[in-house]
Nanobody, 125 residues
Framework: VQLQASGGGLVHPGGSLTLSCAAS????????ITWFRQAPGKEREGVSC????????WLADSVKGRFTISRDEAKNTVYLQMNSLKPEDTAVYYC???????????????????WGRGTQVTVSS
């Protein structure tokens, strides 16, 4: 099982980025994908999740209306479209999954056992 996150970069406030999380070794039909982020000096926090197994999706309140999560089944990839970016969105973004599909998008972070390498998102003028 491997996850590969990409798409980070430097963007001005109000700008957009699309992050990709490519999965290999398992199908997205069964396992959820959650995007987390970690800013310097802060705890890792969940941003968005998509779980086809139970149809659940989730967005953190801080990104609702600005971020959208989606998937491409053919590419076994989950995307995080980030619009209207703010300086407080600056963080390293990670995608992760867990092997407890019954939890869907509501698993505690301790259950996440597969993590992709992070991709840096910097929002600055």
């Amino acid at each position: 099982v491997q996850l590969q996150a990409s798409g980070g970069g430097l963007v001005h406030p109000g700008g957009s980025l699309t992050l990709s999380c490519a999965a290999s070794g398992f199908g997205l039909d069964y396992y959820p994908i959650t995007w987390f982020r970690q800013a310097p000096g802060k705890e890792r926090e969940g941003v968005s999740c998509l779980a086809k197994s139970d149809g659940s999706t989730w967005l953190a309140d801080s990104v609702k209306g600005r971020f959208t999560i989606s998937r491409d089944e053919a590419k076994n990839t989950v995307y995080l479209q980030m619009n209207s970016l703010k300086p407080e969105d600056t963080a390293v973004y990670y995608c992760a999954t867990h092997r407890s599909p019954a939890y869907g998008c509501y698993a505690p972070i301790e259950l996440y056992d597969y993590w992709g390498r992070g991709t840096q998102v910097t929002v600055s003028s």
